[in-house]
């Protein structure tokens, strides 16, 4: 790896402390949980209750006191605990709901909006994101651990949410988290933007795959800039890194510096890749392109990894 440069659009201003070594105190949980000052954001799905600037420039997790989820009466029973307001100690939760309950309330908690589009739009602030992703990365692994991987019992949720225990063999399993390389492949003055087929129609953007068991980050993305390209890599520099809530991926941002300029794409895994350079990716950026081709834009990291290598000069 070559030296960290960081990456201002993902350095937090954390005013949520996750406890994370207090989550096992039922008592203190209790307490938060219970204490008027406790708040609960809503999640449905991929969807989440926020608040929204008129202009719709800006968005904010929205925050529902108990009594407020009660009058709507939705439980708070097996609310998920995200930490604890650093000036407060409030007590932070989530609620996440079936897309049945969602309906039922969708006009006590419009807008509901989805974590892709809030995203990729760039509304919302880093640490309104982060707790997004959390809750969302938190209640999609509880969808698939109600039952025991060992013995097929039924689990039970421990410690706010972040475990679960098997209530015939007590085998604990715990959220998981993927990692996922995305790197910038450059080679000169040009790039490897690609275009896959689930993208919006004339978005390019970096390469990206799963770092697979046994792998480091760097083999990662030499496999995958191979299998994807068939572009052979050298230095591998880390960037940055984003948690990305769909479904529980951390992706970690590279540089990577090609060996060669000749590209064969796979056409299974990507329908174009083709060396951009630095004026036309601005082109991009700018919405200016004269095909109207553009880059993933926001908080991507994708977005930060472009614009950091096309404003470089
Ligand atoms: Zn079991």
Redesign the pocket.
Known sequence: MGQTRGMSATVPTSTIDRLATRRSERELLGQLHGAPEARFLVLAGARAAISSSEDRRQASVRWFAADELARLKISTADALFLGGDRKTFSGRFAVALGDAEAEAHADALAPLVDLRSLLTQGVLAQEDFSLLAEAKMLSAWHETAKY?G????KTQGRDGGWKVA?T????EQFPRVDPCVIMLVTHGENCILAHEPRFPEKMYSTLAGFVEPGEDIRSAVRRETLEEVGVPIGDVAFFGSQPWPFQHSLMIGCTAAALSDTITIDRKEIDDARWFGRSEVRDMLAMKHPRGLFVPGGHAIAHAMIRRWAEET
């Open positions: 025991c060992r013995c097929g019992g098997c015939q063999c007590g085998a």
